[in-house]
Nanobody, 121 residues
Framework: QVQLVESGGGLVQPGGSLRLSCAVS????????VAWYRQSPGNQRELVAARTSGGASRYLDSVRDRFTIYLDSAQKTAYLQMTNLKPEDAAGYLCHAGVRRHADRPSANYWGQGTQVTVSS
């Protein structure tokens, strides 16, 4: 069974950095079309960063130039490198990706279990 396993969240001081990972667990042929969302209490889920299967990336305005989304296709792992973190970045972060289990099968969408990011001094 395929799952997306997230890691890398934690507590960091303002101005610090974290790298979130989202790895495919289970047998899979490829991973593509990845995205990171976040949600904090009382707020709607928002798209933080996305990377298309063609390699184009887009970012939430408030994180552009601080966050970078990238994909290690060989390792079937997506990352969100976060720098200069601010208290308003604190949230639960979830990854979403298209995973193809076999070369001759279409891609299916999966969600990670979420990882918490806390930014506080």
């Amino acid at each position: 069974q395929v799952q997306l396993v997230e890691s890398g969240g934690g507590l960091v001081q303002p101005g610090g950095s974290l790298r979130l990972s989202c790895a495919v667990s289970g047998r899979a042929f490829s991973m593509s079309g990845v995205a990171w969302y976040r949600q904090s209490p009382g707020n709607q889920r928002e798209l933080v960063a996305a990377r298309t299967s063609g390699g184009a990336s887009r970012y939430l305005d408030s994180v552009r130039d601080r966050f970078t989304i990238y994909l290690d296709s060989a390792q079937k792992t997506a990352y969100l490198q976060m720098t200069n973190l601010k208290p308003e970045d604190a949230a639960g972060y979830l990854c979403h990706a298209g995973v193809r289990r076999h070369a001759d099968r279409p891609s299916a969408n999966y969600w990670g279990q979420g990882t918490q990011v806390t930014v506080s001094s």
